[in-house]
């Protein structure tokens, strides 16, 4: 009988002492957690979160798919060169000019024609959310004039299959394209023309200063029509020469 007390009184102890004040802890931490915190305590597995992807960082109604800040993260840049001057080739005219993207639906467009394999190897590359700048050549004052912005990533050039077009290739085939294009679409029109002769004169003080400029793609490369750029020369172009005033 003595016994049965003892662990009547034993057990009494350990649930007034021990598990009562346990329940009563647990439940005054759930009164000060939030609701959500709660939840996540209860739902989430303890094992460690798997990375974040790209742009999952920030909340869904913040996410900026493709034109992010200045920072220009997850960006890159081009220059894509266009002839604003009549040329004919087999009959056609084959110049466009910024102000013909302007007038264009939706001003956008398709880059199309591009026939050399570094320049194409540059338009693989391309991603939705690039920016590029339109750039006039073959003309009196060739240079920069304009930005656009990629709308549709690399897929066949039409024009390679069209036995009409100038640029139909035969070697070519649906199965096998050898030639790609991108859709872009005009962002504006810089606020001046930044030529070709002022880039040089930036480019050659570069080379002596270390400068942004220094290897500048469209110096360097002048006969490919769409070339990589640095954000470090665009940031260049677009924050220093665009409003300074140049004279040759």
């Not at 939706?106 to 050399?116: A, E, H, K, M, P």
């Amino acid at each position: 009988m003595e016994s049965i007390m003892n662990m009547r009184i034993t057990s009494w102890w350990y649930l007034y002492h021990v598990e009562m004040p346990g329940k009563k802890r647990r439940k005054q931490q759930q009164e000060i957690q939030p609701k959500e915190e709660q939840e996540d305590i209860l739902s989430s597995p303890q094992s460690p979160p798997s990375p974040i992807k790209d742009d999952e960082s920030e909340p869904k109604s913040k996410k900026r798919l493709h034109f992010r800040d200045d920072e220009g993260i997850n960006r890159n840049y081009w220059i894509m060169k266009s002839e604003p001057n009549v040329r004919m080739v087999k009959g056609m005219d084959v110049s466009y000019s910024l102000s013909q993207l302007m007038s264009e639906p939706g001003q956008t467009t398709i880059w199309d024609g591009v026939r050399n394999h570094e320049a194409k190897m540059n338009i693989l590359c391309m991603k939705v959310g690039d920016i590029a700048f339109f750039y006039h050549s073959s003309c009196k004052d060739p240079g920069f004039v304009g930005l656009v912005t990629i709308v549709r990533a690399s897929y066949p050039d039409p024009s390679q299959f069209e036995p009409s077009h100038p640029y139909f290739d035969p070697k070519s085939s649906t199965e096998d394209p050898r030639w790609f294009s991108v859709d872009v679409k005009f962002v504006r029109r810089l606020q001046r023309p930044i030529t070709l002769s002022e880039l040089r004169s930036y480019q050659r003080e570069h080379l002596a200063t270390n400068g942004p400029l220094k290897d500048l793609s469209v110096i360097r490369r002048q006969r490919l029509s769409v070339l990589p750029m640095t954000k470090t020369e665009y940031d260049f172009v677009i924050q220093t020469l665009e409003s300074r005033k140049y004279a040759d």
